[in-house]
């Protein structure tokens, strides 16, 4: 079976810094309460004209300088991100053509928080049936388009920023057994809906707007990610002990946390994005990823466990042999 790996990395977030002082301005919540139950201290925002397809073209952008590549010979464009600029045509279409990529199957994948994971094992499978060589997988979004301002449960949480890599054919492989798990019966708990007006026949608000029942999806995340960590390690023949970064989407530090403290990993070596970006959903695992590699924590040959989590409610893991190294353009 051909096997896949992953070199190259790029990240983007907007410029606007917002930090938590900007809720406190408007609304009953302060800078310390957002720190100690998320961990958050400031978050990027798109500007009006600034869409999910843009984000991920600079990201693609950082990629290419980072690693002095071309991606005109890539053949598949996976975007996972739930803000997308609009339904149709999907974003990855939109990048194909800014980026002048042709010969390229271009989709959208809606996963929530765990999209990039689920592009990452699509990517795997494409290459490992031989269709396609050389996959772009980006994770991004503009979150703060779908946030209520004015509902302090979850603005405070989100913001935007993309993150790309490219999953290539390889002779060795270094992209592992995968572990896919959902809970639709929870959609109701965490959702974003423009066209329906009801989940499982029950009523919700399709506002276009992010409603989420926070304790409830905390409640699940900790648990899911304590349940399938071990099953993800077990299809991988691996212990804990043998992972050296794991890079859990990054929601709250408290679900990072509690979720170390349940499965007692160390939580130096577990990689957030959370604190300076806050929830970039399908963007935070690669942004963890890059910063890890950037501050020269993660190194190559570094073993990692990456593991999503979000609306559906559903939750998608792999484990990985890190080969991207970061050289002096960054
Ligand atoms: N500032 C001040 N007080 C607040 C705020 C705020 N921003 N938000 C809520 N509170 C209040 C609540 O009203 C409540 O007050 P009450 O006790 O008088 O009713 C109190 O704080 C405690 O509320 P909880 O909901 O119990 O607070 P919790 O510690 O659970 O934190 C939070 C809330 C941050 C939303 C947390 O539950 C969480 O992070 N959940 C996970 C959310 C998540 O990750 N969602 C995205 C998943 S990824 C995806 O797919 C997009």
Same mark, same amino acid.
């Given at each position: 079976m051909?096997?896949?790996?992953?070199?190259?990395?790029?990240?983007y977030?907007?410029?606007?810094?917002v930090?938590?002082?900007?809720?406190?301005a408007y609304?009953?919540?302060?800078?310390e309460w957002?720190r100690?139950?998320?961990?958050?201290?400031?978050?990027?925002?798109?500007?009006?004209?600034?869409?999910?397809?843009d984000l991920?073209v600079?990201a693609?952008e950082?990629?290419?300088k980072?690693?002095?590549?071309?991606?005109?010979?890539?053949d598949?464009?996976?975007?996972?991100?739930s803000?997308?600029d609009q339904?149709?045509?999907n974003v990855?279409?939109?990048?194909q053509?800014?980026?002048?990529?042709?010969?390229?199957?271009?989709?959208?994948l809606?996963?929530a928080c765990?999209?990039?994971? +689920?592009?990452l094992?699509l990517?795997?499978?494409?290459?490992a049936?031989?269709?396609?060589?050389r996959?772009?997988?980006?994770?991004?979004?503009?979150?703060?388009?779908?946030?209520d301002?004015s509902d302090?449960?979850s603005?405070?949480l989100f913001?935007? /920023?993309? /993150?790309?890599v490219?999953?290539?054919?390889?002779s060795?492989?270094?992209?592992f057994?995968?572990l896919?798990?959902?809970d639709g019966?929870l959609?109701?708990?965490?959702f974003?809906?423009?066209l329906?007006?009801?989940?499982d026949?029950?009523?919700?608000?399709?506002?276009?707007? *992010?409603?989420?029942?926070?304790?409830a999806?905390f409640?699940?995340?900790?648990?899911?990610?304590?349940k399938?960590?071990?099953?993800?390690?077990?299809?991988?023949k691996?212990?804990?002990?043998?992972?050296?970064?794991?890079?859990?989407?990054s929601?709250?530090?408290?679900?990072l946390e509690a979720?170390?403290?349940?499965?007692?990993?160390? *939580?130096?070596?577990?990689?957030?994005?959370?604190?300076?970006?806050g929830?970039?959903?399908a963007?935070?695992?690669?942004?963890?990823? +890059?910063?890890?590699?950037?501050?020269?924590?993660?190194k190559?040959?570094?073993?990692?466990?990456?593991?999503?989590?979000g609306?559906?409610?559903t939750?998608?893991?792999?484990?990985?042999?890190?080969k991207?190294?970061? /050289?002096?353009?960054?």
């Amino acid at each position: 079976m051909m096997g896949a790996t992953i070199k190259s990395i790029g990240i983007y977030r907007p410029e606007l810094e917002v930090t938590n002082a900007f809720f406190e301005a408007y609304l009953e919540t302060s800078d310390e309460w957002i720190r100690e139950r998320t961990g958050i201290e400031r978050r990027y925002f798109s500007s009006e004209d600034e869409y999910t397809s843009d984000l991920c073209v600079k990201a693609v952008e950082a990629l290419k300088k980072n690693h002095h590549t071309s991606v005109d010979d890539v053949d598949f464009v996976i975007v996972a991100t739930s803000t997308p600029d609009q339904i149709l045509p999907n974003v990855a279409s939109r990048v194909q053509a800014r980026l002048g990529i042709s010969n390229a199957g271009c989709i959208d994948l809606s996963a929530a928080c765990g999209g990039f994971v +689920y592009g990452l094992i699509l990517a795997k499978g494409l290459i490992a049936a031989q269709t396609h060589r050389r996959i772009l997988v980006i994770g991004a979004e503009t979150l703060s388009k779908a946030i209520d301002l004015s509902d302090r449960n979850s603005c405070i949480l989100f913001g935007d /920023g993309a /993150g790309a890599v490219i999953v290539e054919a390889s002779s060795d492989n270094h992209v592992f057994e995968p572990l896919t798990d959902t809970d639709g019966s929870l959609g109701k708990e965490l959702f974003i809906s423009h066209l329906s007006q009801t989940v499982d026949g029950e009523p919700i608000l399709g506002d276009g707007k *992010m409603h989420q029942n926070g304790r409830a999806v905390f409640r699940w995340a900790v648990s899911t990610l304590v349940k399938n960590i071990p099953v993800l390690l077990e299809k991988n023949k691996m212990t804990l002990e043998q992972v050296d970064y794991l890079i859990p989407h990054s929601a709250n530090i408290r679900i990072l946390e509690a979720v170390c403290k349940n499965l007692d990993f160390p *939580m130096e070596r577990c990689m957030e994005s959370v604190r300076s970006y806050g929830n970039t959903s399908a963007a935070s695992i690669p942004i963890a990823w +890059y910063n890890g590699l950037a501050s020269g924590k993660i190194k190559q040959n570094d073993q990692l466990l990456l593991i999503g989590f979000g609306g559906g409610l559903t939750c998608a893991g792999i484990c990985l042999e890190n080969k991207i190294v970061l /050289g002096e353009a960054d």
